[in-house]
């Protein structure tokens, strides 16, 4: 069978939402929520922020709200950072912030948005693939470099994530 490029897309994102609900597997509040050290990031902050940045690059090239507005998520996560942050420059007080009591709340987020994403994803004109969307970089970033951008960034952050999983004291 031969994958289009939406399909390749759609799958990428989809393994790293599967290694993310494989590392929050059995863990307890107090682990996703641990930090190696004080500068270092949590698997609660890792997770929180695959969500974020598909949501918060999808939802404009798809003409929507975020799914973390429209939804209500940032209420339910009640984090003490304004309302659409996603993590880009974040401190390590900030990350301290990003904190939950329940891991449902993180595959609840990060399910809505991988959703949204792979909606978006389904509806991409492959024609429209090389269409430049963002001059603020050099080069200039099209559809299909920012696609990518969000597939690579979600499996590295979901990598790190396990990887902290496996620093976690027993």
């Known amino acids: 069978m031969r994958m289009d490029a939406r399909e390749v897309l759609i799958d990428g994102i989809g393994r790293s939402q ?3 609900h494989q590392v929050l597997d ?9 930090r190696p050290g004080s500068e270092a990031n949590s698997i609660t902050w890792l997770i929180w922020h695959i969500a974020r940045e598909q949501d918060v690059q ?3 090239l798809h003409g929507t709200d975020q799914v973390w507005l429209r939804e209500g998520w940032v209420k339910q996560f009640g984090l003490d950072l304004p ?5 880009y420059g974040h ?3 900030d ?11 993180l595959t609840g987020y990060l ?6 994403t792979i909606d978006y994803f389904k509806s ?14 050099e080069p200039p970033v099209t559809r299909a470099v920012r696609l990518v951008s969000i597939v690579d960034d979600a499996a590295q952050h979901a990598g790190q994530a396990g990887f902290l999983r496996g620093l976690l004291p027993r």
């Open 83 to 87: 309302p659409k942050s996603m993590g």
């Open 111 to 116: 399910d809505a948005a991988t959703a949204a």
């Open 91 to 93: 401190t390590p007080e």
């Open 95 to 105: 990350v301290g912030k990003v904190v939950v009591t329940d891991t449902g709340l």
């Open 26 to 34: 059995g863990l307890s509040t107090a682990d996703v929520n641990w």
């Open 18 to 20: 599967e290694v993310c």
């Open 124 to 137: 991409v004109d492959v024609t429209t693939l090389d269409e430049v969307i963002d001059k603020n970089w």
């Open 58 to 60: 999808i939802a404009p």
